[in-house]
């Protein structure tokens, strides 16, 4: 009885000697309303790009345990104010007053450059300043349609902007000169044409630059640090280029 | 390469979409349920005037039916779990369907709050004097005379409310749960093409609300015949 | 939470921006409701002629399908036609870029009529039975009796509820960002795109839609009031 004892005890210490510990739970908000980076799959479990770089950083950081959720973008924001959510994703761009709020990730992990579209054919618009009098069909609270209100704040001439609602309206929009413009990234132009019927076109000049961030509690600096340096590694060994090609057919530092 | 609308796609979504139907009749039932029970006591508090309860009453009521579900749901999953960790209890990790479920049982009792207040009001206020006139007690007129007539009269109108609470559980995609409506927007995002999923919902609401309707004829008809 | 409470006024004021878009789809929407459900409701009642028994299929039928595939379908079933003509008409070509308000209004007018219809089709039944006998006996015709003595006694019982619809309406109109028109709840999103202040914003609409409804909510209780004048009424108190 007592030798058993004495047995158990020494296992005990030896886990604790080894550093044994259980590893925190992080929760992950993630966003279900953009196809391929943050979305439901067939079986309905969050999926997409955002969700897989974030599983191969879990896989390299032991200390911590992802448990991914998936909700509306508003909620991933409020999610990280109510202390539902430590990170949350959805391809989120940086700007000064977001940064104000909330902590962004240092290492960006996804290209987020946004084009113009047009209607196949068009010549008419190459830069934002040809979109002065004519409709630009942008979502609302998204970075492109502040950058577009920003702009119209800038200048005498203004720009039409028009708030979109379903996939399928704005390129019956666009196709139909319902509305002159939109912006989309290049691969999301390559999967709209691809769905619905060729009917785009895509401005080479760029809209605006950024990269894809992930964004921490405030107080997660910590959590935020470890997770760049794991970004860091993947980025070196070309994992995250791997993932990039799977989810959306171009490396992540590439349009 | 793609059409903008495909009706194959409706045949290819609808297994995927129905499979949620029990998360929708789940989330209907007890919005229902508890809407029904919370919004009885509502209705007498307004009918009887009932001193504190009445103003709280009214209150409640004008703020769930004026304002959005969407802000209802989120002042029930992000205020509920502060208001009650003043009593040290957390629930910020609860699950999110049960938030959903509170927020849509608040908000259709208030709805059915005036549904049932306006159906007992129509019965004739001879019906309580020959119920009085025979002996009967107050809570037992209720209960056998006025509550079985004003619930004919309200059926049509509980019939719409239910619909109307079965399509309002769109929004419960914003919290991440997949009901059908949710489902279809989910398919929606995945592959770019929305409106088939929601031609394959609306089939199911159609059939759902007709079920409903000749269920609610048929009780109509044969227990409660005039 | 971080929030700032300085942050809904701004977006107060852009909800109110887009607050005439919300009020013409709810109020004329429930207009042509009203003008069209209450014979759709008579007709099912009485049960006219087939009519009556078209209307019966098709009423429950409608009534299934949500506000957002109204909108939707609308949107292309008004659209896609003109598209095609525009090639051969000037007009169908200006036709086809119409303001989407439109559009919103004629799907939001058909659920209403549907909504109200089966409104009035509860509140007809309960007038009760003897209204209809005694003024048949009195030599009132059909419509007369409607007229003069059931619609106005169903008008109080519909009241409470037709209180509830127009504000389904009211709350419901904000769907129709799905084809992008601007209402109060997506103005106030507006404000917020900028620096991520959704829950300010949300709370800024909720503040709008609350007055319109509670607003609402005091006229049809005065109607109900003035109305109910002299209708006996049973339940206590």
């Known amino acids: 009885m007592k030798r058993s004892f004495v047995i158990g005890l020494l296992i005990a210490l030896a886990f604790v000697g080894t550093g044994y510990a259980a590893p925190r739970e992080i929760f992950v908000g993630i966003g279900n309303a953009f196809e391929p980076y943050a979305f439901i799959d067939e079986k309905g479990e969050p999926a997409g790009y955002d969700v897989a770089v974030l599983k191969e950083v879990d896989a390299r950081l032991p200390q911590y345990e992802f448990k991914f959720d998936s909700v509306e973008f508003t909620n991933l924001l409020l999610g990280v104010d109510a202390g539902k959510y430590d990170v949350v994703s959805q391809q989120f761009e940086r700007n000064p007053q977001r940064a104000e709020k909330y902590l962004f990730a240092e290492e960006g992990f996804a290209n987020y450059d946004k084009h113009i579209v047009v209607k196949k054919g068009r010549a008419d618009i190459k830069t934002i300043d040809d979109l002065v009098g004519k409709t630009l069909s942008v979502t609302n609270g998204s970075a492109s349609a502040s950058i577009a209100q920003e702009y119209n704040e800038k200048h005498d001439k203004k720009i039409a902007i028009n708030f979109d609602g379903a996939n399928q309206v704005v390129y019956d929009n666009i196709v139909n000169d319902r509305i002159d413009a939109g912006v989309m990234t290049r691969r999301v132009w390559k999967r709209t044409n691809d769905a619905f019927g060729n009917g785009l076109d895509i401005v080479e000049g760029l809209y605006s630059k950024s990269d894809a961030y992930f964004i921490y509690a405030k107080k997660e600096t910590q959590l935020r640090d470890d997770i760049d340096a794991a970004l860091k590694e993947i980025k070196k060994d070309g994992t995250l280029t791997k993932l990039s090609l799977q989810y959306t057919n171009a490396d992540w530092n590439v349009e | ?226 | ?237």
């Open chain 3, 1 to 237: 939470m971080t929030f700032d409470a300085s942050y809904i006024w701004p977006s107060l004021i852009a909800a109110l921006q887009c607050l005439h878009v919300t009020l013409i789809l709810s109020f004329v929407s429930f207009c042509v409701g009203l003008l069209l459900g209450t014979p759709v409701a008579v007709s099912r009642k009485f049960h006219a002629t087939w009519t009556s028994y078209a209307l019966g299929v098709l009423i429950p039928i409608l009534k299934g399908v949500p506000l957002v595939l109204y909108v939707l379908m609308f949107n292309f079933a008004i659209l896609k036609p003109l598209d095609a003509l525009s090639e051969y008409y000037a007009w169908a070509d200006g036709l086809r870029r119409m303001d989407k308000i439109y559009i919103g209004l004629v799907a939001m007018s058909v659920s209403a009529t549907v909504m109200i219809s089966e409104t009035m089709r509860s509140a007809l039944s309960s007038v009760s039975e003897g209204q209809y006998e005694a003024c048949f006996s009195v030599g009132l015709t059909k419509w007369q009796a409607l007229r003069r003595v059931v619609l106005p006694q169903a008008m109080v019982f519909a009241a409470p509820v037709l209180c509830n619809n127009i504000i389904s309406l009211i709350k419901g109109s904000s769907i129709v960002f799905v084809v992008g028109i601007m209402d109060v709840l997506n103005s106030a999103k507006t404000s917020a795109q900028i620096n991520y202040r959704f829950l300010e914003a949300y709370i800024a609409s909720a503040l709008v839609y609350w007055v319109i409804c509670a607003t609402v909510g005091r006229i049809g209780w005065f109607l109900e009031k003035r109305q109910a004048r002299g209708v006996a009424k049973a339940g206590g108190a």
């Open chain 2, 1 to 226: 390469m793609g059409k903008l609308f495909d009706p194959a796609l409706i045949i290819e979504y609808a297994p995927l979409i129905l499979s949620r139907l029990p998360v929708t009749l789940l989330i209907v039932f007890w919005a229902i349920v508890g809407g029904s029970v919370l919004g009885t006591l509502l209705a007498l508090a307004r009918i009887h005037k009932v001193p504190f309860l009445n103003g709280a009453a009214v209150f409640f009521i004008s703020f769930v039916r004026g304002t959005p579900i969407l802000i209802q749901m989120f002042i029930v999953y992000y205020g509920l779990p502060l208001l009650l960790m003043y009593f040290g209890i957390n629930i910020t990790r609860w699950a999110k369907l049960n938030f959903v479920l509170v927020s849509y049982a608040l908000n259709n009792a208030a709805f059915l709050a005036e549904i049932i207040r306006s159906a007992i009001l129509s019965v004739p206020a001879s019906q309580s004097e020959a119920a009085w006139s025979v002996g009967l007690s107050a809570s037992q007129t209720f209960r056998r005379i006025i509550l079985p007539q004003a619930f004919r009269t309200a059926f049509p109108a509980f019939g719409a409310r239910v619909i109307n609470a079965m399509q309002d559980t769109a929004l419960a995609f914003t919290l991440g749960i997949l009901d059908i409506l949710g489902q279809a927007q989910a398919i929606g995002i995945r592959t770019y093409h929305t409106l088939e999923g929601y031609v394959v919902t609306a089939i199911i609401f159609i059939v759902a609300s007709l079920l409903m309707e000749h269920t609610f004829a048929f009780i109509e008809r044969r227990r409660l015949a005039r």
